[in-house]
């Protein structure tokens, strides 16, 4: 059974950054593309960064491009991202999710398609 749990989140001022980790279990992880999706309160659930493990692909929404950095630790089976210049809208519950299938979302929203598995999430709140 494929596992994935979240660390990291917390509290943090605008400007400031934080480090999300995901570490799976139960897969081969260099078939799985890893990825995290976030849902503010009253909005949807939206992907913003994903690594296929296999050959490092990275895709990122326009939202976080060039603040969140994704990144692969094959040794622990851990996939972690990096935010930085964090801003009050990154204000948001962070799910890690993993996946055979690649990209992990779909549309130009960025909606989740059906996932092995899920995280139960992490709050990340950033203060103005």
């Known amino acids: 059974q494929v596992q994935v749990v979240e660390s990291g989140g917390g509290l943090v001022q605008a400007g400031g950054s934080q480090r999300l980790s995901c570490t799976a279990s139960g897969l081969t992880f260099k078939d799985y593309a890893l990825g995290w999706f976030r849902q503010a309160p009253g909005q949807a659930r939206e992907g913003i960064a994903y690594?296929?493990?296999?050959?490092?692909?990275?895709d990122y929404a326009d939202s976080v491009r060039g603040r969140f950095t994704i990144s692969q630790d094959n040794t622990n089976n851990t996939v972690s991202l990096q935010m930085n210049s964090l801003k009050p809208e990154d204000t948001a519950m962070y799910y890690c999710a993993a996946d055979r299938r690649c990209p992990l979302w779909v549309g130009e929203h960025r909606r989740p398609r059906p996932q092995d598995a899920w995280g139960q999430g992490t709050q990340v709140t950033v203060s103005s």
């Open positions: 690594i296929h493990t296999g050959d490092a692909t990275t």
